[in-house]
């Protein structure tokens, strides 16, 4: 039965049902005997997620060993790889019923070798080599006894001032929702107990992405037909992947902590969806369900656990309060086992019962594993496939050959700040920098230099790094500097530390020291290359009006400098396409390109309704990148253009033709308009889409295959079907310049 998440609360015998019995009867077996033997204070244990190094447990203000004696702690943070290996030779060696930890971590965009942020490399729209990234990030991390990471991070956003926009893989659910799977296969691989594979957690159920005004943890409202449609698809289709776990949300929905939200955590994800993994909370999100003002710490814990979060992390609530409550009759211990046995099911599809050091088998090989040269190319190969070409309207790109270049720029002699939010730093010191990589690839025949020319800010409001010496004075220096240079490489952005977690921006654009940079460069008369390094759309309407040149770098990660420089150099022609829309200024936002008509569109596909001051026009629209090659469209067509019930499919093919010198790779976007529905419906929405190779001169004819479940939604009711009529079907490389044909599709 299906129910709407602003559905009533549920009745008490529905709060008491038991999650579903496995599927392995080996496994439940197992379980069961093994749940006959631990008390109920170790049950609970196991609902308990565990820092490393914490000095206490909360309510017991007893050390994290003691903890562990006691059968407190089921898993372990995996921060200090190896005190949580000495956490778990502890607990082998004191528990009364040795259960073996799991040991998770946030490995988002890889261990040691650290790819582009994940808003970056969705821009790759690279699925397989999105794989092979979680792939290498999973070897490398399961090296050092991790087999759990906190990702991936599927939440979709329409706000580019949100600091967590960076983790997620931009605006779209079809983009996101393959992103999400790819990213899936590469943790879990093909067997979650080849110690090379670690569990995926999907996080953050649900909805955190559109929390108000882009303020992190802030309360999301949402009507369930936007939120079925265009927000929750990711998380589905993590979990329809093989996700092991989920991980809970800080943010309110719907008037309801998620975390303690029973219509999220087991209505929808688990008894719509069928997932049957372990849901972790956010860390301590147990005991902000307090400062959310829903209750004492005692009743935010059974509110959790009654919801369906079975694990709690680092608040250590449960371990505090449940055992007193399953004594006071108000939590059974059915509840208690239901989510105790999701937790130890989760460790017995990990192998840890039946080797609890399982994720050690390749601990003697961590050295050849981490940074391998294989690993490195993977990263090199992704960061150049993430760099978003955005304009070269004087063809200053690939560079010709020079005497000097310049780059200036507070990111041109950095390392760690390229790694961007969520990574570990652990590769920053053998990387190269901007300048190292760049002179390695244009030879001793011609020399790069470097002048900072600014510093990240002089806002104080803002971050303020590096000033030694103020803005001013470095931006006289490198005037001087580039005084006999060919062309000027401005590297000008972010440092990691101003996206990510709890980093929001009111007006997420170059600040202006960095803007007074490029101005200076731009008045020396000397070609500019705009190359921008953030963890977010930025709004740069003045830069897209005084600049040709512009190139969206991320941060890049490892390899940001090597792929960098191929991309500077034309050693690959750039091939990333947006994956969120660019709005042109903060009072656009949310600008989206799935949006609805209005019943006054006064014109295109973007107007919805119209602004005195600005356009509606975003700068750059979702899907938009160029390259070093034009390609040319040409004779869109279709086998057919009558189609009939829920299996037939209309083939879709276009013409597509390298216009230019450089082998090249095109992503041929597909979009679909249901202009008369139960509902109003997007404008467009993305419904497939091609990666293809062409060499110079070369026509491809690439075809798409549209299903009648292309055409599905979920109307008012949240019945998700297809109405028939008539359809649009577009393609084009990007979401506006796309190209139409008209369809019609009975039952
Ligand atoms: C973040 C999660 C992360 C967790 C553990 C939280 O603050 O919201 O995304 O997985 O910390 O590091």
């Known amino acids: 039965m299906k129910r709407n998440l602003t559905a009533a609360a549920l009745s008490v015998a529905a709060l008491l049902a038991v999650a579903k019995p496995g599927t392995d009867p080996q496994m439940d077996k197992f379980i069961d005997d093994l749940m006959g033997r631990m008390t109920l204070k170790e049950r609970i244990g196991q609902l308990n997620l565990g820092g490393v190094g914490s000095p206490k447990v909360v309510g017991s203000a007893k050390g994290l060993d003691v903890a562990i004696k006691e059968g407190l702690v089921s898993s372990i943070g995996g921060f200090d790889p190896k005190a949580a290996e000495d956490a778990q030779r502890f607990a082998e060696d004191n528990m009364r019923v040795f259960i073996p930890m799991i040991t998770g971590l946030d490995v988002v965009h890889g261990y040691y070798t650290t790819f582009p942020i994940p808003l970056g490399s969705s821009s790759s729209w690279n699925l397989p080599l999105l794989e092979e990234s979680a792939r290498v990030a999973a070897r490398e991390a399961s090296a050092f006894g991790i087999n759990w990471t906190f990702a991936p991070m599927v939440d979709i956003s329409r706000d580019p001032r949100w600091?967590?926009?960076?983790?997620?893989?931009?605006?779209?659910?079809?983009?996101?929702?393959?992103?999400?799977?790819?990213?899936?296969?590469?943790?879990?691989?093909?067997?979650?107990?080849?110690?090379?594979?670690?569990?995926?957690?999907?996080?953050?159920?649900?909805?955190?992405?559109?929390?108000?005004?882009?303020?992190d943890y802030n309360t999301v409202s949402m009507d369930d037909v936007t939120a079925y449609n265009y927000y929750l698809p990711t998380y589905k289709a993590a979990f329809d992947a093989g996700a092991g776990s989920g991980m809970t949300s800080f943010n309110v929905v719907n008037g309801i902590p998620s975390t303690g939200n029973r219509k999220v955590m087991t209505d929808l994800i688990r008894d719509q969806w069928g997932f049957d993994g372990f849901i972790v909370s956010d860390a301590n999100a147990i005991a902000e369900m307090i400062e959310h003002g829903v209750g004492d710490p005692q009743t935010v814990a059974e509110m959790a656990l009654k919801a369906g979060t079975d694990m709690d992390m680092s608040a250590s609530l449960y371990v505090a309060c449940l055992e007193k409550s399953v004594a006071e009759g108000r939590v059974s211990e059915k509840e208690i086992n239901t989510a105790c046995r999701r937790v130890l099911e989760a460790k017995?599809?990990?192998?840890?019962?039946?080797?609890?050091?399982?994720?050690?088998?390749?601990?003697?090989?961590?050295?050849?594993?981490?940074?391998?040269?294989?690993?490195?190319?993977?990263?090199?190969?992704?960061?150049?496939?993430?760099?978003?070409?955005?304009?070269?309207?004087?063809?200053?790109?690939?560079?010709?050959?020079?005497?000097?270049?310049?780059?200036?720029?507070?990111?041109?002699?950095?390392?760690?700040?390229?790694?961007?939010?969520?990574?570990?730093?652990?590769?920053?010191?053998?990387?190269?920098?901007?300048?190292?990589?760049?002179?390695?690839?244009?030879?001793?025949?011609?020399?790069?230099?470097?002048?900072?020319?600014?510093?990240?800010?002089?806002?104080?409001?803002?971050?303020?790094?590096?000033?030694?010496?103020?803005?001013?004075?470095?931006?006289?220096?490198?005037?001087?500097?580039?005084a006999d240079a060919d062309v000027i490489i401005a590297t000008v952005g972010e440092p990691a530390i101003w996206s990510g977690e709890a980093h929001n921006l009111t007006n997420p654009t170059l600040a202006e020291a960095q803007m007074n940079l490029l101005k200076a460069m731009k008045a020396t008369g000397k070609p500019v290359v705009v190359v921008l390094m953030s963890g977010r759309p930025l709004i740069i309407p003045e830069i897209d009006e005084e600049f040709n040149t512009i190139l969206q770098a991320w941060h890049g990660g490892t390899m940001a400098p090597e792929a960098l420089a191929d991309i500077l150099t034309g050693k690959e022609a750039p091939s990333a396409k947006l994956t969120s829309t660019w709005p042109r200024n903060v009072g656009q936002i949310p600008l989206y390109y799935n949006a609805l008509r209005t019943g006054r569109p006064y014109s295109g596909f973007w107007a919805t309704t119209k602004y005195i001051d600005s356009t509606n026009d975003p700068l750059y629209p979702f899907g938009y990148g160029l390259s070093y090659n034009d390609y040319k469209y040409e004779n869109l067509r279709a086998d057919k253009l009558e189609a009939k019930g829920d299996n037939d499919k209309i083939r879709v093919t276009v013409d597509v033709t390298n216009l230019?010198?450089?082998?090249?790779?095109?992503?041929?976007?597909?979009?679909?308009?249901?202009?008369?529905?139960?509902?109003?419906?997007?404008?467009?929405?993305?419904?497939?889409?091609?990666?293809?190779?062409?060499?110079?001169?070369?026509?491809?004819?690439?075809?798409?295959?549209?299903?009648?479940?292309k055409l599905k939604y979920y109307d008012s009711e949240l019945n998700y079907g297809w109405d028939e009529g008539d359809f649009i079907i577009f393609v084009g490389p990007d979401s506006k310049r796309i190209e139409k044909l008209n369809v019609k599709w009975t039952k």
């Open 163 to 215: 600091g967590r926009v960076a983790e997620g893989a931009g605006e779209d659910p079809y983009l996101g929702s393959l992103v999400a799977q790819a990213m899936v296969r590469g943790y879990q691989g093909d067997d979650l107990q080849d110690p090379q594979s670690i569990m995926a957690c999907t996080k953050h159920l649900v909805l955190y992405g559109a929390s108000e005004a882009g303020r």
């Open 348 to 482: 017995y599809k990990l192998g840890l019962f039946k080797d609890p050091w399982l994720y050690y088998t390749n601990k003697d090989k961590r050295q050849e594993t981490i940074l391998s040269p294989e690993n490195l190319d993977v990263a090199r190969r992704l960061a150049r496939e993430s760099i978003v070409l955005l304009k070269n309207s004087d063809k200053t790109l690939p560079l010709k050959p020079a005497k000097k270049i310049a780059v200036v720029g507070p990111l041109g002699q950095e390392r760690g700040e390229l790694l961007g939010t969520w990574s570990y730093g652990m590769s920053a010191d053998t990387m190269s920098t901007i300048v190292e990589a760049l002179q390695r690839e244009v030879g001793p025949g011609t020399e790069v230099i470097f002048s900072q020319g600014s510093n990240w800010t002089e806002a104080p409001a803002i971050y303020k790094q590096g000033g030694k010496h103020p803005s001013d004075s470095l931006l006289m220096q490198a005037v001087a500097d580039v």
């Open 660 to 709: 230019g010198t450089m082998p090249g790779k095109e992503i041929v976007q597909l979009y679909i308009n249901d202009p008369v529905a139960k509902i109003s419906r997007p404008m467009i929405e993305l419904k497939d889409f091609a990666k293809v190779e062409l060499a110079p001169g070369e026509t491809k004819q690439v075809s798409f295959d549209v299903t009648a479940d």
